[in-house]
């Protein structure tokens, strides 16, 4: 199951904005950097909508979490995970 920073903050026991200022994985923009710590753990996925001022679609990209991600951040953060499942 993969999750975004939010759901993922919430899982871990902390809140958004900590886990986005603890992750230096981020640009300013809260992008994700291409690295080789993020194999398999975090990736980007795309999105986009409908904007009416534009007329047009509006790309954006969501910083996502894998299940090896999860405990791979919890390990990064030295927070104890017991139960995924019931905190999402």
Sequence with gaps: MNR???TTARV????ERYLRSKLKLLNQAGELLLSPRTDGRLFTDTRARWSKSINGWSHYGVVMV??????WLAQQLGITVTNK???A
């Design 85 to 87: 499942d019931a905190a």
């Design 66 to 71: 894998t299940e090896p991600g999860v405990a």
């Design 12 to 15: 871990l026991g902390i809140g």
């Design 4 to 6: 975004d920073l939010k």
